[in-house]
C-alpha cells in the first residue's frame, strides 16, 4: 500500500484555518480537511477545501470535543464524487502536540464512518491536530483502520514552513543540518538546457535527496556554449539533454535518485511525474510550457520558481546594441499571483506560439501582416548570464526553506536584475491584481489541470 | 423477573446439511453439548455451535458451556460439522462461522441486509466483486473474508437496467447512462407503478426513494424540417462555461479537428443582424490547444460576408482554409485576455460587436 509522504497546504488555508481553532476563548475548536492524492505514486496529499466546523454545533472543552455527526456527514458528501481523504483537525490549546487518549478513542469511533462512506482504492482518511504556535501532527489510517503518522505537513505559502518540526531547533543554512534536510526532498526541474541544466547542477551539489528532470530534447553543437556537462560527443551522438545530466549527478553524487521524463511538459506522462515534487523549477522560454508548470503548481500545491533571461538589442542609426542584460525570478506559491497575472506569461504569445508551430506560412502571413512578432528566435544563449539566472533561481528556493532575507520573503514575490544598470526591482504580491482560482489544491482529475485538452475523448453518439 | 415457562423451542439450523428443525426444551438451561445431542448430533466434539444472540451476532458456544434459555437467551443456533471456527466480517461486524462455505442468502439474513441493497466482496488485487443472490462465500482462504452493502437505486431505461448511488436522477443523465445520447432528441416518458404514465423533460428529476422500480421510456423525435438533421461534431472539448452559454443561446455548434491540427468552433448559420448580403453564415473560431490559457482571437465567416450593396468589410482581406472551403477573416482581438474568466461568451461579445458595427454603415 502506498503510503502518504506529506500534506501541503496553501497559506490562504492555512489563514482559514487558524482564527478558527484558536479564537481565544482556549476551548478546542473542530476543521474538516478534504484532501486528494497527487503524484506519480499518490505520494503527496494536498488540501482541496477547509470546512470549519461550527463552534455553535460542537461541545467544545479546554481538553476535548465532541463531533457533530451533521459536519462529519457534510463533508463525507463532498469528499464522495473524487473518494477524497477526509482529516478531521481539532486543536490543543493547552499546546500539546500528540495524540491524547481522548483523541484516540474519537478516532476508534469516527475513522470506521468515514472509511464506509468514502471508499476508493487504496482508501485513508486520518486525523490531525493543530496548536497555538501553528505545529501540526496529522496520522491517516486505511480500511483496516491500521494507522500511520504522516511524516512532513506543508504549509507552502511565502516561506515554506515544515508544520511538524515548529518546535525544532532551527536548521542553520549552509550546513551539514540542511544538507540533511535537502536530502529528504524531491525537486523538479523543468527544461533541462541553458538554466536548467545549471539548475540541476547546483541542486544536485546541495545535496538535494530526488530529482526529476523533464525535458524532450536532445545535445546539439550550438548548445555546447551553455549546457553544463555536455560534451562533443553527446552533440555527436544526439544524446537526450536529461541523459546529460544523470550522467553528472551520478558521477559525484551517486545516492541522489534521479528520475528522467524525456518528453513535452505538456504531455499527462510529464504533468504527473511533476506533481510528485516539493518545488518546481521553470526552465522553458516557450510561453505554453511555462503555463503548464504554472498550472501544475496550482492544482498540486507545489511552490514554483520561473526563471527567464533576456538581451533585448537596440538600434540607433542602423547600429545595434545591447539595451540590457537581464534576468527575472518569479516565485509562485499556490494561491498567489499566476504567471500570467504578473504578465510574465502573455496569452497571446502562447498562441503565436501554437501557431508558428502549427502553421507556419499563416504564421508567416501573419507576421507580415504585422499581427505577430516574430517569435522564432531562440533565448540568449551566454552562459555568463545564464548561470547568475541559475543560482538566483535556487537561491531563492533556499530563501523560502530558510530565513536568509533580513526584510522577510514577503517583498521578492518577483524579482527582475538589470545588469547594464546594475539594480535589482523587486516586486511583492500587493503588486498584482489576483484573484482566488477554483484550480488551487483541484489535484489531477479529469481533465487534467483544468483545460480542456485533455478533457477525455466525448463518447461515440450510440442510436 | 419473566415468569418461568414450561418449556423452551430451540431452532438448530445446520445450512450445509439443508437441516432446520425445532425441538422443546423443558430445563432454564442447558449446555452446548445438551443442545447436540437432542438434535442427535453425535458425538458433540466432533460440531460446531453457535448461538445467534437477539441482538443479531453469532456467539460460540462450548460444550460445556451453560446457556440460559429464558428471558433473552438465543433461540436460534447453527451447528456444522467442522474442525474449526472460521471467521468473516459484514459491514465491519465480525461473525464467527462453522463451514468453509456461505450463502449469500444466509449472509443477508444475518447481516440484515435488505434485498434492493447490493453486497459486494473486498477484494485485494482487483476490484471488489459484487455477489449474486445464489452464490455462495468460500471461507477456506487464508484472509479474513469481508463483506459490504451498498444502496443502489435502480431504473430501468429503454430496456437498460442502470443504477445510480443517489435517488435523484435528472432524466438526462439517466439516459446517458443507458448508452443514450440526450441531444438527439427524445419524447420521454416515466412510467410508476400502478399504470401512471408521465411525459418527462430532459431536467426533470427522478425520485427512485420511492420502493419499486421506475422504467424510462424514450422514443426519438424525428425532425419535421426535410427528414432528420445530421449529429452535431463534437470532436474536442471546450470550456464547461462555454458550453453553458452556447446551450443557452440555443446555437448550433460543432468542434471539429482538422488534419493539420488545428481545432476549430464552428457557429452554424448564424444569424446576421440587417445590413449584409446574406441573411447568416457560418462563423469559424479557432481554439488554440492551450485554450484557455492562449486566447481566442479573430473569426472567420463562410458565406464571405459584404454589406448591403456590395460594399467591402475593413479588416477582411485574410483567409483560412477550414474543411477545404476559404472562410473570410475578420481579424478582432481581445486586449488582455483572462484565462479565468475570458472564454467564448466574451469572445462572442466581440463577433456581435463588430458585426453590429458593420451592419451599421
New interface residues.
Given amino acids: 500500500m502506498n503510503q502518504i509522504a506529506s500534506l501541503s497546504m496553501t497559506d490562504e488555508q492555512y489563514g482559514k484555518l487558524y482564527p478558527h481553532l484558536f479564537p481565544g476563548d482556549g476551548l478546542e475548536a473542530a476543521a474538516i480537511l478534504i484532501c486528494r492524492r497527487v503524484g506519480s505514486e499518490r505520494e503527496r496529499l494536498i488540501v482541496r477545501s477547509v470546512d470549519l466546523v461550527n463552534h455553535g454545533e460542537c461541545e467544545r472543552a479546554s481538553n476535548l470535543l465532541s463531533w457533530p455527526g451533521r459536519a462529519i456527514k457534510y463533508a463525507t458528501s463532498e469528499a464522495k464524487p473524487h473518494a477524497d481523504t477526509i482529516i478531521l483537525l481539532h486543536s490543543h490549546p493547552g499546546g500539546l502536540l500528540e495524540f491524547s487518549r481522548v483523541d484516540n478513542d474519537s478516532s476508534r469511533d469516527t475513522m470506521?464512518a468515514l472509511h464506509?462512506a468514502v471508499r476508493g482504492a487504496d482508501m485513508a482518511h486520518g486525523s490531525a491536530v493543530m496548536t497555538p504556535d501553528g505545529g501540526m501532527i496529522a496520522r491517516l489510517c486505511d480500511k483496516k483502520l491500521k494507522s500511520y503518522k504522516i511524516p512532513r505537513i506543508y504549509r507552502a505559502g511565502t516561506d515554506i514552513i515544515d508544520l511538524t518540526r515548529i518546535r525544532k531547533t532551527p536548521i542553520l543554512p549552509f550546513s551539514g543540518a540542511m544538507t540533511d534536510h535537502l536530502s529528504e526532498l524531491t525537486a523538479c526541474v523543468i527544461g533541462v538546457s541553458g538554466t536548467g541544466s545549471l539548475v540541476a547542477e547546483q541542486l544536485a551539489r546541495l545535496g538535494v535527496g530526488r530529482l526529476i528532470l523533464i525535458d524532450f530534447d536532445k545535445v546539439e553543437d550550438r548548445n555546447l556554449n551553455r549546457i553544463i556537462n555536455a560534451t562533443c560527443s553527446d552533440a555527436e551522438e544526439e544524446v537526450l539533454k536529461t541523459h546529460v545530466a544523470e550522467r553528472a549527478i551520478t558521477s559525484h553524487h551517486p545516492e541522489t535518485k534521479v528520475k528522467l521524463i524525456d518528453a513535452n511538459i505538456e504531455s499527462p506522462d510529464a504533468i504527473i511525474a511533476a506533481s510528485s515534487a516539493d518545488v518546481l523549477f521553470s526552465c522553458m522560454d516557450k510561453h505554453?510550457g511555462r503555463?503548464?508548470a504554472e498550472?501544475i503548481s496550482s492544482t498540486c500545491l507545489i511552490p514554483l520558481i520561473d526563471v527567464g533571461v533576456d538581451i533585448p538589442p537596440r538600434e540607433k542609426n542602423g547600429v545595434m546594441s545591447v539595451a540590457d542584460i537581464c534576468y527575472r525570478i518569479d516565485y509562485v506559491r499556490p494561491g498567489g499571483p499566476s504567471l500570467?497575472e504578473r504578465k510574465s506569461?502573455l496569452?497571446?504569445v502562447?498562441?503565436h506560439e501554437?501557431?508558428l508551430g502549427?502553421?507556419p506560412e499563416?504564421a508567416a502571413?501573419e507576421i507580415k501582416?504585422g499581427?505577430m512578432r516574430d517569435f522564432s528566435e531562440a533565448s540568449p544563449a551566454v552562459i555568463t548570464l545564464n548561470m547568475r539566472a541559475a543560482s538566483a533561481a535556487v537561491h531563492e528556493w533556499l530563501c523560502r526553506l530558510f530565513k536568509l532575507r533580513l526584510r522577510g520573503n514577503a517583498h521578492y514575490a518577483q524579482t527582475i536584475t538589470s545588469l547594464a544598470s546594475c539594480k535589482e526591482k523587486h516586486r511583492s504580491e500587493a503588486d498584482f491584481t489576483f484573484?482566488e482560482?477554483p484550480r488551487v489544491g483541484r489535484g489531477l482529475i479529469d481533465?487534467l489541470l483544468s483545460?480542456?485538452?485533455y478533457?477525455p475523448q466525448?463518447?461515440e453518439?450510440?442510436? | 423477573m419473566t415468569k418461568k415457562a414450561e418449556s423452551y423451542g430451540i431452532r438448530l439450523r445446520m445450512p450445509r446439511e439443508k437441516f432446520d428443525t425445532k425441538l422443546d426444551f423443558t430445563d432454564d438451561e442447558v449446555t452446548g453439548r445438551q443442545i447436540l445431542e437432542r438434535f442427535d448430533l453425535r458425538p458433540a466434539e466432533e460440531y460446531v455451535l453457535l448461538a445467534h444472540e437477539r441482538d443479531g451476532t453469532l456467539e460460540p458456544v462450548g460444550l460445556e458451556k451453560a446457556i440460559c434459555l429464558h428471558g433473552k437467551g438465543p433461540e436460534t443456533f447453527f451447528a456444522s460439522k467442522a474442525d474449526g471456527s472460521k471467521n468473516f466480517m459484514i459491514?465491519?461486524r465480525r461473525f464467527p462461522w462453522g463451514d468453509d462455505k456461505i450463502s449469500v442468502e444466509l449472509v443477508r439474513e444475518l447481516g440484515n441486509i435488505p434485498g434492493e441493497h447490493n453486497l459486494y466482496l473486498e477484494r485485494h488485487d482487483e476490484a471488489d466483486r459484487r455477489l449474486m443472490d445464489d452464490e455462495s462465500i468460500d471461507l477456506s482462504g487464508p484472509s479474513l473474508e469481508c463483506m459490504?452493502s451498498t444502496q443502489e437505486f435502480k431504473l430501468e431505461v429503454q430496456g437498460v437496467m442502470c443504477a445510480f448511488d443517489t435517488p435523484k436522477v435528472l432524466v438526462k443523465d439517466a439516459l446517458?447512462e443507458a448508452?443514450?445520447?440526450p441531444?438527439?432528441g427524445w419524447i420521454v416518458t416515466l412510467y410508476h407503478g400502478g399504470g401512471k404514465e408521465l411525459e418527462v423533460d430532459l431536467e426533470y428529476e427522478i425520485d427512485l426513494s420511492q420502493p419499486g422500480i421506475e422504467v424510462l421510456g424514450a422514443i426519438?423525435k424525428t425532425v419535421t424540417d426535410g427528414g432528420t438533421s445530421p449529429?452535431p461534431r463534437?470532436?474536442?472539448?471546450?470550456?464547461p462555461r462555454d458550453e453553458e452559454f452556447l446551450e443557452q443561446r440555443k446555437l448550433q455548434w460543432e468542434t471539429i479537428v482538422e488534419e493539420?491540427?488545428?481545432r476549430w468552433l464552428i457557429l452554424r448559420r448564424f444569424p446576421l443582424p440587417k445590413g449584409f448580403d446574406h441573411p447568416n453564415t457560418d462563423i469559424a473560431i479557432l481554439v488554440?490547444?492551450?485554450?484557455?490559457?492562449?486566447?481566442l482571437?479573430m473569426f472567420y465567416c463562410l458565406p464571405p460576408l459584404k454589406l448591403a450593396g456590395n460594399r467591402e468589410i475593413s479588416g477582411t482581406d485574410?483567409s483560412?482554409e477550414i474543411e477545404g472551403q476559404k472562410f473570410q477573416r475578420w481579424?478582432r482581438?481581445i486586449t488582455d485576455?483572462?484565462?479565468?474568466t475570458d472564454g467564448v461568451s466574451t469572445h462572442m461579445t466581440v463577433i456581435d460587436g463588430c458585426l453590429a458595427q458593420e451592419a451599421r454603415r
Fill in positions: 470506521p464506509t505554453a503555463s503548464i498550472r500570467i506569461i496569452p497571446h502562447i498562441g501554437e501557431r502549427n502553421a499563416q502571413a501582416a499581427y484573484s482560482s481533465p483545460l480542456p485538452r478533457a466525448k463518447k453518439i450510440k442510436m | 459491514n465491519g459490504y446517458v448508452g443514450l445520447s441531444e438527439r426519438p449529429e463534437r470532436e474536442f472539448s471546450l470550456l493539420n491540427g488545428q488554440p490547444l492551450n485554450y484557455p490559457d492562449a486566447p482571437d485574410g483560412a481579424s482581438h485576455w483572462n484565462p479565468e
